[in-house]
């Protein structure tokens, strides 16, 4: 029986031999997180700290490595902050997206989750409808739950194509033309009274009205005549304006970017 007890115990000091090395190398991994956590820790670089403070903190690591690494875990997650993304279309809709920070996505971000990240300053961009947002926020250490709204915003009015008629200006073109008629009517208008009151005192009546006041007679029917075009061309052109104006008010059809522009006033 004594030839199998010296093949057993050979045995099993060969797999404490093996043993041995692997326990080494645990400890020196052990060993180099413990220091890598301060230091990261130091430099800011919480996420990464977070993740060597794990790795010490583990049960095969000392206990005299470890003890530490499990309260500096809880500081690191007290001083980590974290960024909560809201994204926006043109309506005002919350919509669902994929966010990049830092040029990295970020998987979930737009569902309400809180993304922790490093103090200091992070990129957020998302694309929505086509068109790209992006913010840059800057974090304070333990800032928690940092709100960051990106909103796509109301998309603007087609630009005048340049074959359509400038409806604005001809209104208002012609209402000037249609406003000056009317005075220059009104002008005449006044002209042609004055001399009709002057010839009522010098001709009682058409008949007996001096041979010398014909000229009179007849500059007052000309003033007569252009006040009366005046007026009328005047009242018809400032109407015309004003159609012109309504026309160029009404809204636009069809939607933009896929969106319903709705009632587009370009005065």
Sequence with gaps: M????IVLGALLMSAEAQAQPADDAAKEACA???????ELRSSGHLLD???EASRCAAESCPAILAEPCLGWLDEIDRETPSLVVVV????????????????????GATAGKPVPLDPGQHVVRVTVDSVELQETVVLRAGEKLRR???????????????????LTLGGWVTMGIGGAALVLGAITGGLALAKK???DDACPTPVSCPADRQGDIDSMTRLAHASTAGLVIGAVAVGLGTVLLLLDAEPDDGPVGGLD???VWRF
């Design 88 to 107: 926006r279309d043109a309506e005002g809709r919350d919509v669902g997206a994929q966010v990049f920070i830092d040029g990295a996505p970020v998987a």
């Design 32 to 38: 180099a997180a413990f220091e890598h956590v301060q």
């Design 197 to 199: 009151s002057a010839l």
């Design 261 to 263: 522009r709705g009632l």
């Design 49 to 51: 700290a977070r993740a």
């Design 2 to 5: 004594r030839p199998p007890v």
């Design 148 to 166: 960051v709204t990106l909103e796509a915003t109301a998309p603007t009015a087609a630009a005048a194509d340049p074959d359509d008629p400038d």
